[in-house]
């Protein structure tokens, strides 16, 4: 942390997007967290995002729960909406208030920790759900506000930073949300901004739920030798599976792509999100596939990132379930309540 | 790009963009910190080292550091560098004790010629090392236009007496009303090194017709100097001041306080091209001091003997693409009525007594050839410094030369070579006093720069020594030392220790560092967080770092030096270090000389 505050001076020449505003614009409190933090990192990413997304800051809600990286949503966009929730519980919360206003950008940055141990019921739910919203954990593996133990994302044999390696089995939060037929699952490095800021932007813009699994190394408690979360050992073992363009609506598709790598898929907004294939013979868009290559090379050790799978046609929840696309507080009194006279009779069929 | 060499001190230094740009290398940053600690003496002395007239010069400085201050670039206006410089002239306590004292004699003798702040300063630097040193001087008063030109409510004569002061009371020999007519006769008296030192003495003529029908046509610097020495203490209602430049502006401001009332400044050219300071402009115009532009001199109008206005001829100018004005074309003719004019159209060195035939060279503009690193001219023995040496300049460059000319001269008596000169040097000292603590204030102060306070405007023309700014308040103070940004407090990486976590790119406010692959210098600097235009402003480049080999580069160009990247960082990567210049006087000469011969080396 800092004593004193980000000074207000900027860049002169900082570019600005569609509103006038510069990414400073979407900058939060300055960080309480340890210096060198990944999670900070990712905060950084996401302020570019959505910078770039030119989203109104009053049209984004930030939601989180629990831990150093449930603090970060006080770190970016300062004039949003915001619910710092109870330890686990942000997918319901995110719920009812994506039911109460479906208008609104909806961000829930969890932990490690937040989503696979107390949030783990929550967590799955949210996804079988596909929920209109994008999840990001920053996966640390360990539950760095309480000082660093162990979370369930601890791979088998990685080393405290005291005391005995870990032995029980990880749960993977992209396996178990392939499993659970979410619709965007991506996995990224909170030290690859390259990647990750497109990454966040299509899980922004995508509808239904958008998981974004960041890797992001607590410096404090998880960055020493024999750690499976530091930065050195992500940086050795990771791996560029298909990488994601993320393109505007009407904007045209620019980069020059390599033969049989480059696969566009459109967004219901009409942006697109071009995934550059590192591995030609990976298929994102196919469950079972991604699900065998995932087993396969977490087998080998290697950390594999990328946009993983994608499905753009399966029906968020609160369209699935006919609710109101007005957000509640635009919709006139007597369309929020049938009346006296109609509760009555509702009422009566239950006697 | 290579990894920058920052054992260079050329490159810290170049980074503390005002002492960088000023040419005596004034530590401005060290200074303006003593002064927000009260501690004004400190302060003082510390001017004094390189500047020598931290008085004088904290009114009436040219300050070239100013334009080059990085709160210009940051946001608009610089610090008030030089404001600050006199409010630690004015407010110091009793710094004599500190002063450098003249040294017993070491048997050598020089002469300086003029008594100007060129030849002041190699007094001063040359003194205590014990040379005897002789200053001749053709007025009867010391300080060269000092005193005779730069008006007195400007800079007042007791500063001028106090600074001037402590060089002479070092034992200096001042012998007033001295004119040397004869450089051969002077060399004839044995001194062992001689500095010229007398100035760039003719004001620039107009030979235009009428030039020399009237009485009350005056060439600028001459009149300045009758108004200093009280040989003229009146001028007529209208007045003209023909030329644009910081001397047109002493001359109207100064015919106001003799009793014109209707004074106009004519300008060939438009207001881009002036060549007065902005603020000298300023403080014309507060006076209600009126500037025509695109009107240019073409004859004086005389009638019965009398002046009584002046012709100019009407210019347009045409721009061409890259902004650049033609030669103009006339458009017309105006004539202005007025009672005196004054020209103020520059300065020509001059050297009447300088015998020719002594193996001092002379160019076509008659100013002496002389070497800029020594200030020797064509004849060993002999220098020159200030207005002398390459034309008007100003007090800083006569005190840059001074010092200068004061190392050769030591050098040359010591029978040592002149250009195996000491080096500049660097020193770096962290300043981390704790987890979040620095030995600066390191948050930034978006204060505006303060305004100084000037005397009333009906108050300043009741005599001609009213000084018209009053200096800074404390209160004034406390704010503008506020606004310097502690440019030599450096921003050292430590490659090695590197993990590339990006807090320091994340928190800077200024975008200025970025981690990328390397490239040459025009690559990285379209690849930077934002690009790098200025390409005055060096790129600071790191080895490769450990864990990708790609290399952190920090544009220097808009960092604040707020702390926040060796905040950041888990490591301490990043360090906040003072880096201090060492800037070699003739005193290190000297000391390190005797350490060279004990050597033998
Ligand atoms: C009107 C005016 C205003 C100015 N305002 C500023 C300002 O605000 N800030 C600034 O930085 N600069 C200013 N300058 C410029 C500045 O005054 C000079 O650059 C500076 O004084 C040069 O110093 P110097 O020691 O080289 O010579 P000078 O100051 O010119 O001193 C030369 C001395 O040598 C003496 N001398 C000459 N010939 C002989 C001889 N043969 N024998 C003996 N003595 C001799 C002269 O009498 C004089 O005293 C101004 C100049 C003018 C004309
Ligand atoms: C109901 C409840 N149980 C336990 C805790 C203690 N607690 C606080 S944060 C945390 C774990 C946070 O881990 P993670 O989500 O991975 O966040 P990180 O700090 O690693 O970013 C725990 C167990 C709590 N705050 N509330
Ligand atoms: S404890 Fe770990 S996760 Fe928490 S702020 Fe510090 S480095 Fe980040
Ligand atoms: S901010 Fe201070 S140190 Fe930096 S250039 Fe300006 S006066 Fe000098
Ligand atoms: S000191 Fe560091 S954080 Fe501050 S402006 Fe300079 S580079 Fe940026
Ligand atoms: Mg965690």
Redesign the pocket.
């Known amino acids: 942390m800092s004593y004193i505050a980000k000074p207000k001076v900027a860049h002169p020449n900082l570019p600005r997007n569609k509103l006038g505003l510069t990414a400073r614009d979407y900058e939060g409190t300055v960080s309480t967290l340890c210096a060198g933090c990944g999670h900070d990192s990712v905060t950084a990413a996401i302020i570019q995002a959505v910078f770039q997304l030119n989203i109104e800051p009053h049209m984004l809600a930030k939601m989180s729960g629990i831990g150093c990286s449930s603090k970060t949503p006080a770190y970016f966009v300062s004039s949003s909406h915001g619910f710092n929730s109870v330890h686990g519980r942000m997918p319901s919360v995110t719920t009812g208030a994506n039911a109460a206003n479906r208008s609104l950008t909806y961000i829930g940055v969890s932990g490690d920790g937040d989503s696979l141990s107390i949030g783990a019921g929550q967590f799955v739910h949210a996804i079988r759900r596909n929920l209109n919203m994008c999840y990001i954990i920053e996966n640390n593996g360990v539950y760095g506000l309480t000082k660093g133990q162990f979370s369930a994302s601890a791979d088998v044999g990685s080393k405290p930073k005291k005391g005995e390696p870990n032995e029980m089995e990880p749960i993977d939060p992209v396996s178990v949300a392939l499993a659970l037929g979410a619709t965007y699952v991506a996995r990224s490095f909170s030290g690859d901004r390259e990647q990750l800021v497109p990454l966040i932007k299509g899980a922004l813009t995508h509808k239904g739920f958008a998981l974004v699994d960041v890797i992001s190394p607590c410096v404090t408690f998880n960055d020493h030798e024999g750690s499976t979360k530091s930065y050195k050992h992500t940086r050795q073992f990771y791996h560029h599976v298909v990488d994601a363009d993320f393109v505007p609506p009407a904007a045209e598709i620019k980069a020059a792509y390599e033969e049989g790598s480059a696969m566009p898929v459109e967004l219901h907004d009409g942006s697109k999100i071009v995934l550059r294939k590192v591995d030609k013979a990976y298929d994102p868009t196919s469950r079972a596939a991604a699900f065998s290559y995932l087993r396969d090379r977490v087998n080998a050790g290697e950390i594999i990132t990328g946009l993983l799978y994608i499905d753009g046609l399966r029906k968020e929840m609160h369209e699935v379930m006919g609710n109101t696309t007005t957000p509640l507080c635009q919709l006139p009194l007597d369309g929020l309540h049938p009346g006296a006279a109609e509760l009555k009779k509702i009422i009566s069929r239950y006697r | 790009m290579k990894p920058t060499d920052t054992s260079n001190p050329g490159y810290f230094h170049k980074v503390v963009d005002c002492q960088f740009a000023c040419p005596a290398h004034t530590d401005v940053p060290e200074y303006i910190r003593l002064i927000a600690q009260g501690r004004f003496g400190d302060a003082y002395i510390e001017n004094r080292k390189s500047n020598v007239f931290p008085g004088i010069l904290g009114r ?3 300050r070239p550091c100013e334009p080059a201050c990085r709160r210009r670039r940051v946001e608009e206006r610089p610090v008030a560098i030089c404001r600050l410089k006199r409010v630690a002239a004015d407010h110091k306590n009793d710094i004599v004790d500190r002063l450098p004292k003249g040294g017993p004699s070491n048997g050598k003798k020089v002469a300086l ?7 002041l300063t190699v007094a001063n630097d040359l003194r205590p090392l014990g040379y005897d040193v002789t200053i ?4 009867a008063t010391m300080g ?3 005193r005779s ?2 008006p007195q409510f ?1 800079l007042p004569p007791k500063v001028l007496d106090e600074e001037i002061g402590y060089i002479v009371d070092m034992g200096v020999e001042v012998k007033l009303n ?3 007519d004869s450089m051969r006769t002077l060399l004839d008296e044995g001194f062992d090194a001689v500095f010229v ?3 760039a ?1 003719r004001g620039k003529n107009l030979e235009i017709p009428g030039r020399y029908d009237s009485k009350n046509i005056h060439i600028g ?1 001459d009149w ?1 100097e009758s108004v200093a020495f009280e040989h003229q203490n009146s001028i007529g209602k209208r007045v003209l001041i023909i030329g644009v430049g ?2 047109a502006m ?1 001359c109207c401001r100064t015919s106001l306080r003799l009793g014109a009332n209707d004074v106009k400044v004519m300008a060939r050219k438009p207001r881009e091209y002036f060549k007065a300071s902005a603020w000298e402009l300023e403080d014309a115009e507060e006076e209600n001091v009126e500037i025509l532009v695109n009107h240019s001199p073409k004859d004086f109008v005389i009638e019965k003997g009398k002046l009584v206005g002046m012709t100019f001829e009407l210019i347009e100018y045409k721009t061409d693409d890259k902004g650049r004005i033609d030669r103009g074309t006339v458009t017309g003719e105006k004539v202005i009525p007025c009672d005196d004019v004054i020209l103020a159209i520059g ?1 020509d060195n001059a050297f009447p ?1 300088i015998e020719r035939d002594l193996g001092i060279e002379f160019n076509e503009w008659e100013c002496p050839i002389v070497d800029e690193t020594t200030m020797m001219c064509s004849r060993d023995g002999i220098f020159f410094g ?3 040496a390459f034309g ?5 460059w ?1 005190v840059a030369h001074g010092h200068e000319a004061a190392i050769s001269m030591h050098k040359y008596c010591q029978g040592e070579n002149l250009t195996d000169r000491l080096p500049f040097g660097v020193n770096l000292s962290s300043q981390k006093m704790g987890m979040h603590e620095w030995s600066y204030s390191n948050d930034y102060d978006p204060t505006a720069r303060r305004l100084m306070p000037h005397v009333d405007l009906k108050q300043r023309f009741k005599k001609l020594d009213i000084e018209v700014e009053l200096g800074f308040t404390l209160e004034q103070t406390l704010q503008e030392v506020e606004r310097c940004l502690n440019c030599d407090i450096q921003t050292v990486f430590a490659a090695e220790l590197c993990i590339e976590c990006d807090a320091c790119l994340d928190i800077c406010p200024v975008s200025c560092l970025t981690i990328t692959e390397n490239g040459d210098e025009a690559d990285l600097r379209a690849r930077l967080a934002v690009p790098a235009l200025n390409l005055a402003q060096d790129l600071y480049v790191s080895a490769g770092l450990p864990q990708t080999a790609r290399v952190m580069v920090k544009d220097e160009d808009l960092c604040v030096h707020c702390g926040l990247c060796a905040e950041r960082c888990p490591t301490g990567a990043w360090d906040m270090q003072k880096s201090h210049v060492l800037i070699p006087y003739a005193v290190d000469e000297a000391t390190c000389g005797k350490r060279k011969t004990a050597t033998g080396s």
């Open positions: 009436v400085c040219d010629i003029g008594a100007g702040c060129a030849s001749f001087e053709a007025h060269g236009l000092m030109n730069i400007r001295h004119r040397i030192g007398t100035g003495p610097i300045l910081n001397t002493d300065q007594w200030g207005d002398s008007p300049k100003n007090i800083i006569a």
